[in-house]
């Protein structure tokens, strides 16, 4: 079984920023490709961010390019999800997943994730 714990989640303004941290183990690091995804009342869940295994290359859904960024941290064995600029459509609970065929995760495509974290929930005031 693969652990994902997500954290960082809070209340934040409008073009405010928080960073997001996915805990993991640093096999998980290496093996798997980690993605972000979030999930609004009401709306389906949809891909934000998803990082690499092997060479650290980066995707991101097109709504949040040029203000988040995702990274992987070996010493601490975390990916986080820094988000800036953040805006009331962003409010969502983001999840972590991990991807043994990483093309599912380059593509930003949920129903290809083979493990989930629980989520943590972020707020965006207006």
């Known amino acids: 079984q693969v652990s994902l714990v997500e954290s960082g989640g809070g209340l934040v303004h409008s073009g405010g920023s928080l960073r997001l941290s996915c805990a993991t183990s640093?096999?998980?690091?290496?093996?798997?490709?980690i993605g972000w995804f979030r999930q609004a009342p009401g709306k389906e869940r949809e891909g934000v961010s998803c990082?690499?295994?092997?060479?650290?290359?980066?995707y991101y859904a097109d709504s949040v390019k040029g203000r988040f960024t995702v990274s992987k941290d070996y010493a601490e064995s975390v990916v986080y999800l820094q988000m800036d600029n953040l805006k009331p459509e962003d409010a969502a609970v983001y999840y972590c997943a991990a991807a043994e065929q990483a093309s599912y995760c380059y593509g930003l495509l949920d129903y290809g994730m083979d493990y989930w974290g629980k989520g943590t929930t972020v707020t965006v005031k207006g």
């Open positions: 990082i690499s295994s092997t060479d650290g290359r980066t």
């Open positions: 640093r096999r998980n690091l290496d093996y798997y490709a």
